[in-house]
């Protein structure tokens, strides 16, 4: 399986079991200590969208407006302090 980034999108809604899945993916990514240290945060109404394409770059806005669903990683840095017990 390659990786690719997509530059166009359907509008048609994505199933939630293809979500899960594509979630479920997700957790099998490496990450440092195999710690997963993000949330993520699925974006589909109108107006979130509107609101969060005000904060993209470029071209960018324009994506999150067209794409059925976005999908916003957040680091979640305190885990991995949590986790191996560093201060």
């Known amino acids: 399986m390659a990786r690719c980034a ?5 509008a048609d809604a994505i199933p939630i079991s293809i ?3 594509i979630l479920n ?3 099998m990514a490496p990450s440092s200590f195999n710690i ?3 949330k993520v945060v ?10 969060l394409s005000t904060c993209m770059l ?10 059925p ?3 916003v990683f957040v ?6 302090y949590l986790k191996r017990n560093i201060n």
């Open 6 to 10: 997509e530059k166009n999108f359907l």
């Open 19 to 21: 979500m899960n899945k």
């Open 25 to 27: 993916l997700t957790q």
């Open 36 to 38: 997963q240290p993000y």
């Open 42 to 51: 699925l974006v589909q109404s109108t107006e979130s969208k509107n609101l």
């Open 58 to 67: 470029g071209y960018n806005a324009e994506k999150v407006l067209t794409a």
């Open 69 to 71: 669903i976005t999908a």
């Open 75 to 80: 680091a979640d840095k305190g885990t991995f």
